[in-house]
Structure formats: C-alpha cells, structure tokens
C-alpha cells in the first residue's frame, strides 16, 4: 500500500474527527461500543499513516464520523 496515501486517509479521519470536536480517546470509545475494537493508541497510528486500517474500521469512522467514502478516500 503506499504509505502517503495511507497518511492522506489519515490526516482526512483526523479532521473530521477534530470539526466534531471528538478526542481520539472519544471516537475509539465509540467505535468500541459498536463492536470495533480499537484502542485509541491504534486509532493514533491510523491517523498518521503508521497502521494499516481494515474495511470494517473505515465503514464505522464513516458513520460515526458522518461522512462518505469519496470523502476519505479521495486523493485530493
């Protein structure tokens, strides 16, 4: 996978994440209680392109994070 582009859809769920004014520690929890376990060390690491994210992750940051895909994974 290239890893800049990994940093992209990273700095993209930082974002949003931040416009909502939702902490790391704040959107693992959520994630977690919708059956994803992240911790909010893992979710770091997503957000700077130092983890892989997996399908069933981005789908629950998309709803929590109430965006859509051409959002967070368009190259631009």
Known sequence: ?????EKLVGRKIRNLREKQD???EQLSAKLQTMGCDITRSALAKIEVGQRHIYLDELKLIKELLN???TTLLDET
């Not at 996978?1 to 582009?5: F, K, L, N, T």
């Open 22 to 24: 939702l902490t790391q």
């Open 1 to 5: 996978m290239d890893i800049e582009y």
């Open 67 to 69: 965006t859509n895909y």
